[in-house]
């Protein structure tokens, strides 16, 4: 415990006094709780620059004697006061009778307490009491900071791990302790009170992005959060955050310091696992896409169940995507909800699962807001051909989860949109458009009844009829032709070839989904 200037008032072999605040019941309460760091003694007219913040200074007072005027020792206490110091005590019997008024006044005026030291006190006394003090609480500090770290390092070999290692730290320190992953995410290891969890959540995102972050936050009131980055600011491997209520002194620094180098060492062979996971996972999806099931089943199925023959549904997302927090409820939807497996393959986040599982999947899909598509069904000798689905129906969804057999309901309409055929489309028709602007006639821009686009939108739509699509246009019959004619040339096909009219047909329906 540090020493106050209350346990030297009280401490009986020194009899020391306090003469300015001298009132108990007032002021004098809180100054008897002033901690002193050391004690110093000197009689120069000006100590100052030989003293340092929170120090004692002891002086038989020669630099008063002889009347020195009022001014110089309002200056003396006042530089004493800006320096920092917690007190002055002055003989009494040596040099002085009793203290001069001049001094208490001093004292009274800048705040600085002021004690009397009586004749027969050595101020080596009061040095080596203060010394011994503050030695025995460093060596007290040295032993709980020795025997805390051995503690955690005993904990951090246990079978509890990284876990134990942070209760271990909560103990110690006597607070809440939490860890978190790179990504921000809290990792089952202590964790900070509900009533804070947000806050420290934001705060740890700000440390992980910063170069130079602040290291302790106000939490409320009457507490603090301490947060110490693990890693480097290009590498941040988490954080891990620790209540504090004041800020820690060298031995629970030293305590820290040892749980961040066992927790980096515990973070980065995570790190190292959860890539060695990731490419065997990216492994099995190969072996299960190129029809080596009972490969795929040998790698696999010890950590994440053998391959249902079927059916199946393979799901696609892009990768990069995907938040951390999906991946980890695909991790935990393998386990309890149907039987689902992921892997990143390229650009792309591959999910397959049963029924039950599929249906999991959609539902977290639609939770993070991640556009992704969904093959029909299929089984484990034809996953690939469901990945090939997949793909078509993430690629005709616009938002949310694409269902491949949606896409089979609208017919081959519908695997084109989802194949991009729109810029196709665009391209093809681009010369009856640019026909329909280059034209003088307000009357034959397109959309409009004399634009060569509408004009053949609506043969096709009147069956390929030109007194039905002349009715259609309110113009002669003999217009639609010259019209469809010029639009064929401009195409470059020939209108009255079932293949060509087919696909500017198909041309023009993709452009009116668009």
Excluded at 167 to 175: A, H, K, T, V, Y
């Amino acid at each position: 415990m540090p020493v106050t200037l209350g346990d030297l008032v009280t401490a009986p072999e020194f009899g020391l006094r306090m003469v300015w605040p001298a009132d108990p019941a007032g002021h004098d309460g809180d100054v008897r709780a002033t901690e002193v760091a050391w004690v110093h003694s000197s009689d120069l007219p000006d100590p100052a620059p030989w003293l340092e913040p929170g120090q004692l200074l002891l002086s038989d007072g020669v630099q008063f004697a002889g009347d020195p005027s009022e001014g110089f020792a309002q200056d003396y206490v006042a530089r004493l006061a800006d320096r920092g110091l917690v007190g002055l005590a002055l003989s009494e019997g040596i040099v002085h009778d009793r203290i001069p008024d001049a001094v208490v006044e001093a004292c009274r005026a800048h705040g600085l307490p002021l004690l009397s030291v009586p004749r027969r006190t050595p101020f080596i006394a009061v040095i080596r009491y203060v010394a011994d003090i503050l030695a025995r609480d460093r060596r007290e500090r040295l032993e709980w900071s020795l025997d805390a770290q051995r503690a955690v390092a005993r904990a951090a070999s246990s079978s509890g791990g990284l876990g134990a290692t942070i209760d271990e730290l909560e103990r110690r320190l006597g607070g809440w302790a939490a860890l978190y992953d790179a990504a921000g995410r809290v990792l089952p290891f202590g964790g900070a009170p509900a009533e804070h969890g947000a806050q420290v959540e934001q705060l740890v995102q700000r440390t992980l992005t910063t170069p130079r972050p602040n290291r302790r936050h106000r939490l409320g009131a009457d507490d603090a959060v301490a947060l110490e980055r693990i890693g480097t600011s290009a590498h941040p491997l988490g954080v891990l955050a620790v209540k504090t209520t004041a800020p820690f002194d060298p031995a629970e620094n030293d305590l820290v310091a040892s749980v961040l180098a066992l927790a980096s060492i515990a973070l980065e062979q995570r790190r190292a696992l959860d890539l060695e996971r990731r490419r065997l996972r990216t492994g099995a999806l190969e072996l299960m896409l190129s029809g080596r099931v009972a490969s795929a089943d040998r790698v696999a199925a010890p950590l994440w169940g053998t391959v249902p023959v079927g059916p199946l549904r393979v799901a696609v997302a892009p990768r990069g995507a995907e938040s951390a927090e999906l991946l980890d409820a695909l991790e935990a939807a393998s386990a309890d909800r149907g039987w689902t497996f992921f892997a990143e393959r390229g650009d792309d986040l591959v999910m397959v699962g049963d029924e039950r599982g599929m249906r999991t999947v959609r539902g977290l899909l639609s939770d993070h807001g991640i556009r992704a598509g969904v093959s029909g069904s299929v089984d484990s000798a034809t996953l690939q051909r469901g990945l090939t689905e997949a793909r078509a129906a993430h690629g005709a969804s616009r938002t949310g989860v694409g269902e491949y057999d949606g896409l089979v309901d609208e017919g081959l309409e519908g695997l084109l949109v989802a194949t991009g055929a729109e810029s196709l489309a665009q391209r093809m028709l681009a010369p009856l458009r640019d026909a329909d602007d280059d034209s003088d006639s307000d009357s034959a821009q397109t959309g409009q009844p004399g634009s060569l686009e509408t004009t053949v939108r609506a043969w096709f739509e009147s069956g390929c009829s030109w007194d039905r699509a002349a009715r259609r246009l309110d113009v002669h019959r003999h217009t639609v032709r010259t019209r469809v004619a010029r639009a064929g040339a401009l195409l470059g096909r020939d209108l009255d070839d079932p293949t060509d009219r087919a696909e500017v047909w198909l041309a023009l329906r993709l452009l009116a989904r668009s």
